[in-house]
């Protein structure tokens, strides 16, 4: 199974992609899209849109794994924002056939790490741990994008292995 995790934001997208081979999460791609900060919101959501398709051709994800939104009471404007991001990128799993996997933040840090609550750097330690590789010019945002991929592979190997014995 191939899998693309990404982590929206209308300045940086991170997206992680790996290919699950047995127990192991083998690195595919990972990386950033970058719309310019200073085109309008249409121009950067058409950008996300058109370099996250052009990464679905190239790969064929079977699963775009998202974090599900969540709000922050101190930052309501920031959450209504990188829901215009999500929104696009849900479009185009529909767009592409792709099955979209949502998770909350701490399901998948608790899926990686063992904490809900990890830190950033915590979760890019195990990113690499799990893939035998980082590389250090990943953005945060790829980082986390990588560690939804990889929790998605995980929680389903586990989902699978569970449906076997039962």
């Known amino acids: 199974m191939r899998i693309l995790g990404v982590d929206p934001g209308l300045n940086r997208t ?7 081979e047995g127990a192991r ?7 950033d899209i970058r719309p310019n900060p200073k085109a309008g919101l249409p121009l950067r959501l058409a950008k996300i849109h058109t370099e996250l398709a ?14 599900q939104a969540f709000t922050h009471a101190r ?21 592409k056939g792709i099955l979209l ?7 998948i840090k608790r899926a990686l790490t063992g904490r809900g609550h990890a830190t950033k750097d ?3 330690r195990m990113v690499q741990q799990w893939l035998g590789a980082f590389d250090p010019s990943w953005s945060s945002d790829a ?24």
């Open 14 to 20: 991170g997206f992680g992609v790996v290919q699950v």
């Open 25 to 31: 999460c083998v690195l595919v791609a990972a990386g």
């Open 54 to 67: 052009v990464l679905a051709d190239r790969y064929q994800p079977q699963v775009l794994v998202l974090e």
């Open 75 to 95: 930052f309501p404007t920031a959450a209504q924002r990188m829901g215009h991001a999500r929104g696009v990128i849900c479009l185009l799993a529909q767009e």
């Open 101 to 107: 996997a949502e998770y909350l933040p701490t399901r």
């Open 122 to 124: 915590q979760v890019a």
């Open 143 to 166: 980082t986390d994008a990588l560690a939804l991929a990889i929790a998605h592979a995980h929680m389903e190997t586990n989902r699978a292995a569970l449906a076997r014995a039962a």
